[in-house]
């Protein structure tokens, strides 16, 4: 049976936003990228694809996977998206405080699903992925009420979203908070266990997929990418990283490229805008400080290396994620 609180506080922006520092430090170091592209392949297996299809189309609820150290809101993609918490993440206020609700409920994962309600009332689940006890991914669903929302607490609602700050229409707000789909708590629960019966078929597949990457990456790349990851920060070079793992620069930057499908430089760009997306959730964190803190050389630098791997600016990208629409003090 999974666990279930009930009215779980939502703390405030600057708390929330505190509470997504410490994501990177409890995670292992060298597992980050490896599991980010792990769920890559998993999301786009036909298992996966066919699951997820299958799910949403039978029970109208939105179904994702997330790896551990995703930055981002769970369901954004999902048709079957709560249009309630769809408006609610266009806002800074909220759209932080549900970062650190779906890190609550992900966190609570321990042998068994787990369930919560949000300041709203609004549930949302998360199942473990595993590759033997370590968790690698979650399954997430939910965004449901299990009874409908009696008429205090529709205000409740209004209230806070008043005392938020937030510039919505309480009229359209209140239409989709009242549209939230209200599902029996045990058909409900019924749902969370198949995802939990699915996740071990994920895991089994997770588990072929290391292998495999296993069998066919040198230990010398796995050290260097451990390396990138612990390192990132500083400045590496090609010479420097062959030497350190013992490899001819040569053979190194041909072996790299076969296991990782993009060369050194490339390689270590994509880890450090990675690690700069996670940043860009920290308003309070100038786009030139980051761009310094992930181990880029310039801003001008950053900007160029980000758009070609995102498609778009750094500057851009935290608008288009937190829906503010603000202006940037950067130039």
């Known amino acids: 049976m999974s666990k279930t609180k009930h009215d779980l506080p939502v703390e405030a922006r600057a708390k929330a936003m505190a509470s997504l520092r410490s994501l990177d430090s409890v995670r292992g170091n060298h597992k980050s990228i490896s599991n980010h592209c792990l769920v890559e392949r998993l999301a786009g297996s036909s298992l996966f694809r ?31 998206q709560n249009g309630f918490c769809a408006m609610m993440s266009r806002t800074n206020n909220s759209c932080a405080a ?13 042998g068994v699903p787990c369930t919560l309600s949000c300041a709203f009332g609004l549930h949302e689940s998360a199942v473990g992925v595993k590759i033997g006890p370590e968790i690698v991914a979650y399954l997430q669903t939910g965004q449901v009420f299990f009874e409908p929302p009696r008429p205090e607490q529709r205000r409740r ?5 008043r005392e938020w700050g937030l510039n919505l229409d309480q009229g359209e707000a209140a239409r989709r908070y009242q549209a939230t789909p209200v599902v029996d708590r045990q058909e409900y629960q019924a749902r969370v266990k198949l995802l939990q019966f699915f996740a071990d078929q994920l895991g089994g597949l997770a588990n072929q997929i290391v292998l495999l990457q296993k069998d066919a990456e040198p230990p010398q790349i796995t050290h260097a990418r451990e390396l990138i990851e612990a390192q990132y920060r500083e400045e590496l070079s090609l010479t420097m990283m062959s030497r350190q793992v013992g490899m001819s620069q040569f053979y190194f930057c041909k072996r790299f490229k076969q296991s990782t499908s993009m060369n050194f430089t ?12 996670t940043l860009l959730l920290k308003l309070n964190i100038r786009v030139s400080e980051i761009a310094y803190d992930v181990g880029f050389q310039s801003l001008t630098q950053f900007n160029r290396v980000f758009k070609r791997i995102t498609g778009e600016s750094p500057t851009g990208f935290r608008q288009q994620l937190q829906h503010a629409h603000q202006p940037s003090s950067e130039t």
């Open 50 to 80: 066919d699951f997820q299809r299958a799910f949403e189309a039978a029970t109208a609820l939105p179904l994702t996977l997330r790896a551990v150290e995703s930055w981002q809101l769970a369901h954004t993609e999902s048709r079957n």
């Open 98 to 110: 549900c970062l650190q609700m779906q890190q609550s409920v992900c966190a609570g994962v321990n």
């Open 266 to 277: 490339d390689y270590v760009s994509r880890v450090r805008t990675e690690k700069a997306k």
């Open 157 to 161: 609602v209004l209230k806070q979203v």
